[in-house]
């Protein structure tokens, strides 16, 4: 689903944390359809890189609230692209992912919003994401 975003601009509308004020983002995928990149279309020095979070954490799942549905204009669950920001350590073994909150895109009006999940959520912001590979892969 994410390959047909790529080059696409998609309007958070402000809704990611501490960059309210940059609303347009363009998406460029890095590899393998897992990673991709946000690039803030107003200012070069702004982005994030993002991934596929299904991919890396079996476990991953949450509801979408009404509001955010209403906010992104989804009507069906197959409109609907997640992907969580990442950050990226050294090693890179250290990376971790925010699947407290994730990045919501409806595919087709390209609209996105940050999803905050209630503070019960079993996720946090720095969730590994080496480890969930190799748990997966048997290592």
């Known amino acids: 689903m994410i390959e047909q975003l790529s080059g696409s601009k998609i309007n958070f509308q402000g809704s990611i944390l501490g960059f309210a004020e940059y609303h347009e983002f363009e998406l460029s995928i890095i590899e393998d359809q897992q990673y991709a990149y946000l690039q803030c279309v107003d200012h ?12 890396f954490n079996t476990e991953f799942s949450f509801e979408l609230q009404e509001n955010d549905k209403q906010a992104l204009k ?18 890179f073994e250290s990376s ?4 407290l909150a994730p990045l919501v895109i409806n595919i087709h009006n390209k609209l996105g919003r940050q999803c905050i999940l209630p503070p ?19 290592e």
Do not use: C, H
């Open 44 to 55: 070069e020095d702004i982005g994030f890189l993002v991934v596929n979070p299904f991919a």
């Open 74 to 91: 989804i009507e069906k669950q197959d409109e609907v692209l997640v992907v969580a920001i990442m950050t990226i350590q050294e090693p």
């Open 96 to 99: 971790t992912m925010n699947l």
């Open 120 to 138: 019960n959520s079993p996720f946090g912001t720095k969730e590994p994401l080496i480890s969930q590979i190799k748990v997966e892969s048997g």
